[in-house]
């Protein structure tokens, strides 16, 4: 079992950076994929961003590719997601996940965070 715990959301202005972080528990965070997702108000969760077990491998949604860059640092069992020159549009719930595979870390998650709110103002 794998709990995820989000934090960093909040309301920014459009261009502003925001960083988000996602703590997982247990000692086997290393072996796990990890991604972010974000629902908007009305909307289907789509996913942002996926990262393997070491970090080698990232993989973006075309609409934050150059803005949005995820990490993570098993030391410390998180995954972070930078997000600079945020817009309007990506207000949205983010929510962190995690899976043992990598194949299917952007479609079906096994694990899910609470989410955190982001609201950027225009």
């Known amino acids: 079992q794998v709990q995820l715990v989000e934090s960093g959301g909040g309301l920014v202005q459009s261009g502003a950076p925001l960083r988000l972080s996602c703590a997982t528990s247990g000692r086997t965070f290393v072996l796990y994929a990890m991604g972010w997702f974000r629902q908007a108000s009305g909307k289907e969760r789509d996913f942002v961003a996926a990262?393997?077990?070491?970090?080698?491998?990232?993989y973006y949604a075309d609409s934050v590719k150059g803005r949005f860059t995820i990490s993570r640092d098993n030391a410390k069992n998180t995954v972070y997601l930078q997000m600079n020159n945020l817009k309007p549009e990506d207000t949205a719930v983010y929510y962190c996940?995690?899976?043992?595979?990598?194949?299917?870390?952007?479609?079906?998650?096994?694990?899910w965070g609470q989410g955190t709110q982001v609201t950027v103002s225009s």
């Open positions: 990262i393997n077990w070491s970090g080698g491998s990232v």
């Open positions: 996940a995690a899976d043992s595979s990598s194949a299917t870390i952007k479609t079906r998650p096994n694990y």
